[in-house]
């Protein structure tokens, strides 16, 4: 069955940066677009940025370009969501995410926290 599994998450400090990972199973990965998606406290999930099968091509939320990244290895079925700069305003909980036949899977979440 598809499972993905974010890691990387945490607290951090304004001006900050992490790097989070989606290690994801059961599905022919290398086949797949793959997003990133946040959800702030009493706030809809949004979209934050999308990478295609093979990596050639990017789409990032206006509030996170140029700070953050989206990257993938299809040789470690994992993807990745660089973050650079990070503001009080990113601390959310970010999920890994793909649509397979026009169904949503996701991870777990984890936590990402900027404060000083």
């Known amino acids: 069955q598809v499972q993905l599994v974010e890691s990387g998450g945490g607290l951090v400090q304004p001006g900050g940066s992490l790097r989070l990972s989606c290690a994801a199973s059961?599905?022919?990965?290398?086949?797949?677009?793959m997003s990133w998606y946040r959800q702030a406290p009493g706030k809809e999930r949004e979209l934050v940025a999308t990478?295609?099968?093979?990596?050639?091509?990017?789409n990032y939320a206006d509030s996170v370009k140029g700070r953050f990244t989206i990257s993938r290895d299809n040789a470690k079925n994992t993807v990745y969501l660089q973050m650079n700069s990070l503001k009080p305003e990113d601390t959310a909980v970010y999920y890994c995410?793909?649509?397979?036949?026009?169904?949503?899977?996701w991870g777990q979440g984890i936590q990402v926290t900027v404060s000083s």
């Open positions: 059961g599905f022919i990965f290398s086949s797949y677009a």
């Open positions: 995410n793909v649509v397979i036949w026009y169904y949503d899977y």
């Open positions: 990478i295609t099968s093979a990596g050639g091509s990017t």
